[in-house]
């Protein structure tokens, strides 16, 4: 199992551009995650979908978008970067609601 | 959610045993205890979980007392490579929070 995938591993944006960060799991769990880490902070839970067809906000939802069409896949979206989001985001899976959660290994991105 | 507090950062040195305490005086009844460990630019992994008592695995010891206000979690015999930050959460679905965590620098 290849776990949890994330491309791309880093990325410059200009303020305004958009992008998608990709996130992919081969371990079939239902439950998915994004956060983000800033510099020497602790992860803050941006979205998260407990199923295919379902997502829901975190505890920093604003400027994201979110979509879950299959089990595997749970792609981020953000539509009009800015530079408070410049961070490094972790995606992140698990079987059930208190398992144990797989993370990825990052994508870094500044926004200029 | 409940708020928990642990060190900002510990010393230690190869060999020794090194026990990070999190207090979390407000944890409710369902609440389960998990830590998790990170290295530089890596995601979170995930150490040990526990309710009550005390639970252990291969790589580390969760003590929970009865009271379950705090936990402390045990690394023994650390090498350097333990060199990390470590969380500790506390909840009963995965809508966790992890703080700023704990960082352990392991020295020669």
């Known amino acids: 199992n290849a776990g949890v995938t994330q491309t791309p591993k880093f990325r410059i944006l200009k303020i305004g551009q958009s992008m998608t960060l990709q996130c992919t799991q081969d371990?079939?769990?239902?439950?998915m995650y994004w956060y983000r880490q800033d510099p020497g902070m602790g992860l803050k839970l941006i979205y998260y979908?407990?199923?295919?067809?379902?997502?829901d906000k975190g505890e920093v939802p604003n400027g994201y978008n979110v979509s879950r069409s299959t089990t595997e896949d749970f792609p981020l979206r953000l539509e009009l970067a800015a530079p408070s989001q410049t961070s490094v985001y972790f995606c992140?899976?698990?079987?059930?609601?208190?398992?144990?959660?797989?993370f990825g290994p990052g994508t870094r991105l500044t926004v200029t | 959610l409940a708020k928990t507090t642990q060190p900002i950062s510990m010393d230690s040195y190869e060999g020794q045993e090194v026990n990070i305490t999190c207090s979390h005086n407000?944890?409710?009844?369902?609440?389960?205890i998990t830590w998790y460990q990170q290295f530089p630019s890596q995601g979170p992994r995930f150490i040990i979980q526990?309710?009550?008592t005390k639970v252990t695995n291969e790589v580390a010891s969760l003590f929970i007392p009865a009271d379950r206000k705090s936990s402390t979690l045990s690394l023994p015999r650390v090498s350097l490579s333990d060199t990390a930050v470590y969380y500790c959460?506390?909840?009963?679905?995965?809508?966790?929070?992890f703080g700023a965590g704990t960082t352990v620098t392991v020295r020669a």
């Open positions: 992140a899976s698990t079987l059930g609601p208190l398992g144990e959660q797989y």
């Open positions: 371990m079939n769990h239902n439950y």
């Open positions: 979908s407990v199923g295919a067809g379902i997502t």
């Open positions: 407000n944890i409710a009844t369902n609440d389960y």
């Open positions: 526990g309710y009550k």
């Open positions: 959460l506390v909840g009963d679905d995965y809508k966790l929070s």
